[in-house]
Every structure is written in structure tokens, then in C-alpha cells.
DNA sequence: CAGAATCCCCTCAGATACTG
DNA sequence: CAGTATCTGAGGGGATTCTG
């Protein structure tokens, strides 16, 4: 099947909701590591579970990777960017620049921190 | 909300199933332009129900123009990138390039056309 | 040839409530 | 704090049939 193809693959996680902008979040952490409570607070109107989702989704997919702080109470956990994960900024990078130049009537974006963020 | 984000919404058309896949077999044909049946043949597995919403849904969005040849029986149209429609598809290698680099276990893509096409 | 119409199942994603 | 569980509505997408 075509489905199998790389490209439409890679977009069918990349393209969901959110997707893009929890890694973008992760990107702008030190270290390009955020907490799950941080990540979540800056993006508002994201639910636990779908952060949740998307964050195993991308750490099954090799984006991200996850570690606990043991024995901490309450627990904290971490999300870093891999290797690959800080790769595809640079595409979300060149979306953006595509999406500016020829979408630019969509002045909400310009008008969040959307912009500021990673051009 | 934050799902106004340029980058958000572009995504989430193109990450639509076919759509890259439509975007790049208008783009290897001559003039950056195919036909509906051209462009069904060529991607086994796809509904005519499903490539004339992503054709429309393109149009909508720029990056595709759409040409009836009037007056033939039977009847023909055509397709055809446009320069922001063109412009994505550097976007889309770009993606092709990373899934390739990070994701070659995958190796269907590599069997079909989808690696000679564009890179 | 180039679709539109219908049916039907599945996944996405929001809301809400609960837990180690 | 960092999730999981459940329910629900909306949209995605395949299969099939029909048409100007």
C-alpha cells in the first residue's frame, strides 16, 4: 500500500493536533527539555490526555525521549528532543516561513508568540 | 486558540492522507500538471471520492489550480501546481530527507518510487 | 472521464472525573 | 505532579453505486 510510504507516514503523526506545537514548546525548553505541567501550560486549551498521547506518540516514533526523576514525591518527569527530534524544528521552521509567506492573511499567529518563537 | 497557529493549520490538511502523495505526482508531471484519472492511476489504493476532496481542499488553499478543457466529450480537467504549491514541495522533500535519514528501517518507501521521485 | 451520493466504520480530540 | 479512564460528538476515509 502507498500508506506505507515514508513521507505519508512521518505526516500522519507530524499532522495531528498539537503535534507540532508540543515539539516546538520542547525546542524552546533549556535543553529542549520541559516538564509535562510546562509544556502543558503553554499551550492553552491542550487536555492532559492528549499531551499525553502525543508525547508517547512522539517518544515511540524516536522524537522525544521521556525520564523520570526517581524518587521524587511528587513525581517529575521530563521530555527531551533527540537528536532527530531537534532535526525536524527545521522543518517546522520552513512550514512556518511557507505558511507566512503565502498565508498571510492568518494574522492570529502572527499576533501569539507563534512567530517570535522560532523565526 | 492556539489551533489558529499558521503552522497548526497548515498541517492539518497537508497531513491528510494523500495529500503529499497528490501534491508530488502533480509535481513529476509535465508542467507540474496531471488529470484526475492520471493522478488515480498512479497512486494505487486511492478513492476517487477521497483524491477530488484533496484536489478541491488544495484548490481551496492555493496550491493547486484546477482547468476544465471545454468542450471535449468526454470531459477533461487538469491540475496543476501552483507556485505555492510548488514551494511546499521543497517542504516535502525536506520531510522525505529526514524520514529517510531517521526511519530507514522503513523500507518500503526505499522499494517504491517515492525515493527515486523527488530526491 | 471526472466526479458526486450514500453507507458505514474508525480515529481524533474535547470534557470530565479519578489516581499513585 | 503526571498522568489514566470513560464518554461523546465530529470528521476522516474506504467501498460501492450512480451520472452528466
Known sequence: ?????????????????????????????EGYTRRFTEVKDRLPGITAKVLSARLKELEEEGLVERRVEAGTVPVRSEYTLTESGLEIVEVIKDIKRWALRWKIENLACGAQDCRRCVL
Open 1 to 29: 500500500m502507498q500508506d506505507e510510504c515514508t513521507v505519508n507516514q512521518t505526516v500522519r503523526y507530524l499532522g495531528k493536533k498539537w503535534t507540532l506545537l508540543i515539539i516546538l514548546e520542547l525546542y524552546k525548553g
